[in-house]
T-cell receptor, first 114, second 116 residues
């Protein structure tokens, strides 16, 4: 039982390049989400999904796309990387059948855009 | 978006001391969660609180869900060097305030340093 797995752990991109950050969970959680963490800003929600085929925008969605074709995977796509997207990205998953829930996080992807 | 005010921003203490940190908001929250993040790692859940007034312990850690539902605190007793890290509070808003059980609002964190 690996929990939430993110790849890669580190990435350097040039401005304008595109890439996909991978996230997989093996806990059969329906809810998955992406956060970015910046110094002094805490964690901010980018996109989230309540189940396969269903996604929605969070607090800071611009410049990112997501899709959810399976319960296990929730990739985050950067369409045209910008220096402002330099950040640490965390994927999280949570249970769907509880009135209240806790999110479990991956180890993060540290992205630098130059 | 909704804001959680977490304080203090940082703490530098001696091993063995007790620590207290808190989060406050102008909005009511349904759930309060406390996470710890170590360097290079993702946040790890420490304590989850679901009812106003609830007091929950996890070893040397104790957290409480405020009676007004607008605040929560975390205490660490007899700190040790491995307590070093960033502690985050997170809250879940009620549905009528735009919340749901998959959207969390985070505080900006408390950086804890423990001097051996």
């Amino acid at each position: 039982n690996a929990g939430v797995t993110q790849t890669p752990k580190f990435q350097v991109l040039k401005t304008g390049q595109s890439m996909t950050l991978q996230c997989a969970q093996d806990m059969n959680h329906e809810y998955m989400s992406w956060y970015r963490q910046d110094p002094g800003m805490g964690l901010r929600l980018i996109h989230y999904s309540v189940g396969a085929g269903i996604t929605d925008q969070g607090e800071v969605p611009n410049g990112y796309n997501v899709s959810r074709s399976t319960t296990e995977d929730f990739p985050l796509r950067l369409l045209s990387a910008a220096p402002s997207q330099t950040s640490v990205y965390f994927c999280a998953s949570s249970y769907s059948r509880r009135a209240n829930t806790e999110a479990f996080f991956g180890q993060g992807t540290r992205l630098t855009v130059v | 978006g909704q804001q959680l005010n977490q304080s203090p921003q940082s703490m530098f203490i001696q091993e063995g001391e007790d620590v207290s940190m808190n989060c406050t908001s102008s909005s009511i929250f349904n759930t309060w969660l406390w996470y710890k993040q170590e360097p290079g790692e993702g946040p790890v859940l420490l304590i989850a609180l679901y009812k106003a007034g609830e007091l929950t312990s996890n070893g040397r850690l104790t957290a409480q869900f405020g009676i007004t539902r607008k605040d929560s605190f975390l205490n660490i007793s007899a700190s040790i060097p491995s307590d070093v890290g960033i502690y985050f509070c997170a809250g879940q808003l009620p549905p009528h305030s735009g919340g749901s059980n998959y959207k969390l609002t985070f505080g900006k964190g408390t950086l804890l340093t423990v001097n051996p």
